[in-house]
């Protein structure tokens, strides 16, 4: 069953922007306790930016002031807006629970996530 749908990534300059979309469904009700994590070739996966349950956002320190989350309720949809993108942004994004990603059976579930590649 498939939870999460990222969509939006793509090849930007450095200093660029990208809004990256996360449609979801099956097990997720609310767009609150979601987040976008991310992982860059060689690196582990990391926090990007979340919804808390009470609707308060997070952001990793790297990305404050460039990227913004969003979403719609009624569509299940979740944005994250990134601006002054930096190749260091580089990497796969997923869209997935927060604090805890979905687990399905005994595994946590990953979507496929979208590919950001930041270079000149």
């Known amino acids: 069953q498939v939870h999460v749908v990222e969509s939006g990534g793509g090849l930007v300059q450095p200093g660029g922007s990208l809004r990256l979309s996360c449609a979801a469904s099956?097990?997720?009700?609310?767009?609150?306790?979601m987040g976008w994590y991310r992982q860059a070739p060689g690196k582990q996966r990391e926090l990007v930016a979340a919804?808390?349950?009470?609707?308060?956002?997070n952001y990793a320190d790297s990305v404050k002031g460039r990227f913004t989350i969003s979403g719609d309720n009624t569509k299940k949809t979740v944005y994250l807006q990134m601006n002054s993108l930096k190749p260091e942004d580089t990497a796969v994004y997923y869209c997935?629970?927060?604090?805890?990603?979905?687990?399905?059976?005994?595994?946590?579930?990953w979507g496929q996530g979208t590919q950001v590649t930041v270079s000149s």
């Open positions: 919804f808390t349950s009470e609707g308060n956002e």
């Open positions: 099956g097990s997720i009700s609310s767009i609150y306790a």
């Open positions: 997935n629970k927060f604090p805890e990603p979905i687990r399905v059976g005994s595994k946590d579930y």
